[in-house]
């Protein structure tokens, strides 16, 4: 990094997004054709149907990764433009890219890619791990930087996923293990990479405003709201897909009311922190993906959601300060505290969920567990596909064990392809600041360092 960025540096994102748009123009037009349903007019009804039985939750979802997430990351009160727009570009660009692969892996026939909405969810899916593991070096990359992110990461999810749910057998409908704890693990790998063992003192741009906070929850609660839709899309309609419904709030229910109570106790003046209630409000969401379709009774929903909120706010009071200290490790996001931990706590439950429902009833209530994500349309499950039991629950482990490996390997390489001097990373005194890539109207009210000093003090610091 230079004294100034250069402006030939801005001219490297709209030539990189150019050339990516157009050889992806030609690609569709050379292979990509819309699948066409079935000729019979009695199927008319059931195309029909099941139109109408994904789009509402696709629409959902949507609005989670877009609004949701988009403004969950504008914490960081300078940064609020490049939070909410690379984001969006970042989904946009990571779901074309995914269409692009999974068509030539799985939808390749006689010459033809063949599209369809369940397509179309699956690649947004891999779009969803690179949106999550750029919170870890959030505010100190370029969008070039974040581009090749997403060109490396897409095609090791895909990658993962496949050996995880199809060759390993393991059951993660709601993407626990294949997405978020994948994403985390990968991020973690970048930053690590990326910036190597210095420590850092605290940049002064980096300490939230109560106004970046108050955006950020606001980001929070829509996530929470939408959250049951993305657990539940994939799975089989009926029974499975009404108790994904029923897991996924009372797990974000316990763990919104447990953030109150852990947050609250661990302070020694009992007052909330706004970044534990941005993060552990959602942990129960993602612990519950890999049971959320099993025959769990109420209570184990409810407990999961509790245990994973409080994993994510003593990671957020004591782990992340530690990994500062002793690993150098930055996560700007605490992706560690909301993916990383409470998706092995649910890994973990699903192994135990297994166990205690083969003794209880022999696996039976399991005979509607759908496969997980992608592979919807191509299997259909026994009691444990082909495993007992026992070893199915070995499945989950090694299962989460490939995730963790596979993305902290995969991480490292992408960080350290980061460090390239034509990737444009920002200065460090030009890190989370929107004028490094927006034209701001108000730069007097951008600059002005007497107001922000004063709300950042006032601000509870808890992410380092």
Not at 203 to 225: A, C, F
Not at 264 to 275: A, H, M, N, T, V
Not at 343 to 365: F, N, Q, R, Y
Request: proline share 5%; glycine share 10%; with cysteine.
């Amino acid at each position: 990094a230079g004294m100034a960025v250069s402006p030939s540096t801005h001219r490297l994102l709209p030539l990189f997004l150019g050339l990516f748009q157009g050889a992806l123009l030609l690609f569709f037009a050379l292979f990509v054709t819309y699948d066409k349903p079935s000729a019979q007019t009695e199927d008319a009804n059931l195309v029909a149907n099941q139109l109408y039985g994904i789009f509402p939750f696709f629409q959902d979802i949507q609005v989670m990764l877009v609004v949701g997430l988009g403004l969950l990351l504008t914490f960081l009160p300078r940064y609020g433009f490049s939070a909410l727009t690379h984001n969006f570009l970042l989904l946009n660009f990571s779901t074309q890219w995914a269409l692009v692969l999974q068509g030539l892996l799985h939808h390749f026939h006689h010459g033809q890619v063949h599209l369809d909405l369940h397509n179309l969810l699956t690649a947004e899916f891999a779009a969803v791990t690179v949106l999550i593991s750029v919170g870890a070096v959030l505010g100190r990359t370029s969008p070039c930087q974040l581009l090749v992110v997403a060109t490396c990461e897409v095609p090791v999810y895909l990658a993962s996923e496949w050996a995880i749910i199809t060759r390993l057998g393991v059951l993660d409908v709601g993407g626990t293990i294949t997405i978020h704890v994948f994403s985390c693990y990968f991020g973690l790998g970048v930053s690590k990479a990326l910036f190597g063992a210095a420590q850092r003192p605290v940049h002064p741009k980096e300490t939230p405003t109560p106004r970046s906070d108050l955006l950020s929850l606001m980001g929070t609660l829509i996530l929470w709201v939408f959250w049951p839709s993305f657990v539940a899309v994939l799975c089989q309609s009926g029974d499975a897909q009404h108790r994904a419904f029923l897991n996924t709030l009372l797990a974000m229910s316990a763990s919104a009311v447990t953030t109150m109570v852990a947050s609250s106790l661990l302070e020694s003046d009992g007052k909330l922190s706004p970044g534990h209630l941005q993060n552990g409000s959602l942990a129960g969401g993602v612990a519950i993906g890999a049971v959320a379709d099993m025959a769990v009774p109420p209570v184990a929903a409810l407990a999961l959601g509790s245990l994973s909120a409080v994993a994510c706010v003593l990671g957020f009071r004591f782990l992340t300060p530690l990994l500062a200290r002793k690993l150098a490790l930055r996560d700007q996001c605490g992706i560690h505290n909301l993916h990383g931990l409470p998706g092995i706590l649910g890994a973990a439950a699903s192994a135990v969920a297994i166990l205690v429902a083969s003794e209880d009833t022999s696996g039976s209530h399991f005979s509607q567990v759908s496969p997980t994500r992608g592979n919807a349309s191509e299997a259909s499950w026994g009691q444990w596909g082909d495993h007992g039991a026992g070893q199915q629950a070995l499945c989950q482990a090694a299962g989460l064990a490939v995730a963790i490996g596979t993305s902290l390997l995969a991480g490292l390489l992408t960080g350290a392809a980061l460090r390239l001097p034509c990737l444009a990373r920002p200065p460090e005194r030009l890190c989370f600041d929107d004028s490094l890539y927006f034209k701001i109207q108000d730069q007097a009210e951008n600059l002005g360092p007497g107001d922000t000093a004063e709300e950042g003090a006032l601000a509870l610091k808890e992410r380092v």
